[in-house]
């Protein structure tokens, strides 16, 4: 199955939403998202650790998450890659109804060894269906939320660590993101929470 073909499910997930068919349908993208973009990564799954510097296998391995994103969802982009302290991806994703959201991706320097965190960084202040802000939830799993950072940005919960390996690449991240704010804006509009309408990841 294509990108294309993810995208037209997420489509008629958002404009068939009753409650038998809409979780069905953001399992069928999780299915395949599981399944997509390791071929690309290769050898270069898992660099070293170094904690003082990007190592050129390192570099190679963002070079190749950026070419991934690049083709798939060109608004993000690898930042200061070539620092490990700063390295992050950022960048906005659109939901089907038009809002857009954006996302940082920090990688420090033990990507892609552990899970990155994601946090959804505007709108600023985004809230559940009852008008709480998700950073003061903080970690609930009926909503697929980590801790929020120090800034306040609500976390997702796009893997557990348990279901990371080094071959999970930045665009299956990004990609289980695009789920996630189509399931936050069902919410929104039914109050239901987001594991009920997908997955735990």
């Given at each position: ?13 958002t ?18 998202v ?47 890659p070539?620092?490990p302290e700063?390295?992050?991806a ?7 109804a ?47 939320l ?21 071959n999970v690449?930045?665009?299956k ?29």
């Amino acid at each position: 199955m294509t990108f294309e073909a993810v995208e037209t499910i997420l489509r008629d997930f958002t404009e068939n939403n009753v409650v038998a068919p809409e979780r069905r349908g953001l399992q069928a993208v999780l299915a395949v998202v599981e399944a997509l973009a390791d071929e690309f990564i290769g050898n270069d799954a898992a660099p070293a650790p170094n904690e003082c510097r990007m190592t050129s296998q390192a570099m190679a391995r963002l070079q190749k998450e950026q070419a991934l994103l690049k083709t798939y969802f060109p608004a993000f982009r690898i930042q200061c890659p070539d620092d490990p302290e700063r390295a992050g991806a950022v960048g906005t994703l659109t939901t089907n109804a038009g809002n857009e959201y954006g996302l940082w991706i920090p990688l420090g320097t033990t990507f892609p060894n552990e899970r990155p965190e994601m946090f959804v960084v505007s709108p600023k202040s985004l809230k559940n269906r009852r008008g709480k802000r998700l950073a003061k939830i903080g970690t609930n799993a009926a909503m697929h939320l980590l801790a929020p950072n120090e800034h306040g940005h609500p976390q997702i919960c796009h893997h557990n660590d348990a279901s990371w390996t080094p071959n999970v690449t930045l665009y299956k991240v990004v990609m289980k993101a695009r789920l996630w704010l189509e399931a936050y804006e069902m919410h929104k509009a039914t109050g239901k929470d987001i594991d009920h309408y997908l997955p735990h990841m």
